[in-house]
């Protein structure tokens, strides 16, 4: 094993609101290019925010989507969603929906409707993932993954566990299918737990302090709410859990295609997102009040 150095180590940039429900920093593409980052090509982070009660639900209204595969992760609070196929559901504290947007889909997201009554403290991570042009067109479909059906490697001595959502850490298998190569885990560690993870040399690796302290390679502390990026230069990190800590997990092939990006839709060429919004305006993704 060869540790990989750390690029950079982000705090939070400034928040800003998606709708009126998402209180978020943007890591990517942020300072990032979304090439650099493929096939993680967005991710926001609203890190645990207290939303009021509320009469009518704070949310996202209805947007289109092209392309690339959307996972949105519930560590605290409640969303609900709608869409243009007639989907619907929650995504409760612990769930991830895999939404592959692919050939295009309308769809809403905003707080479950007792969350919104309630108030409460609201914390979630959405991840944009990209899609090889061979699937950009597919039928969109979703993974609607509940806390109980992710496979978890458990630490030594009850120092925690490794939730695999996607990928592979140590023989356990995550439920979530892919198109090209993800692992996404949740690491949730005990105070003083360490772990080593480990990931083709190649592969863009990075973390998300969600919750407590860690301290990364031995050497290099991350406080809570930070992103670290490594360096194409290893196969491994070390993390050891510095307080009871919670820690978002990303390491992926990158998808070496050109990326023509505008809005909601991530495709190849720039006459590829035109024809995206031909097709939106014209009404092919469906309808959604």
Sequence with gaps: MLLRSIEVVQAPPPPHFVGDGFRVHNFIPGRYSME??????MLDYNSRFYFPPATAPRGVDVHPHRGFETVTIAYKGKVAHHDSAGNSGVIGEGDVQ???AASGILHKEYHEKQFSQEGGD???VQLWVNLPAKYKMIPPRYQAITH?????YYLPNDQGRVEVIAGLHKGVKGVASTFT????FNAILKGGAEETFTFSPQFTTSILVIEGSIEVNHSTPVPPDHFVLFKVDGDSFHICAKEDAIVLILSGEPINEPIAAHGPFVMNTRSEIMQAFDDFHAGKFGMLD
Excluded at 148 to 152: K, Y
Aim: hydrophobic share 50%.
């Design 36 to 41: 650099k980052m493929s096939p993680f090509i």
């Design 98 to 100: 895999w939404m592959t």
């Design 122 to 124: 609201f914390q979630m």
């Design 148 to 152: 109980d059906q992710i496979h978890a």
């Design 181 to 184: 190569e993800v692992h996404l």
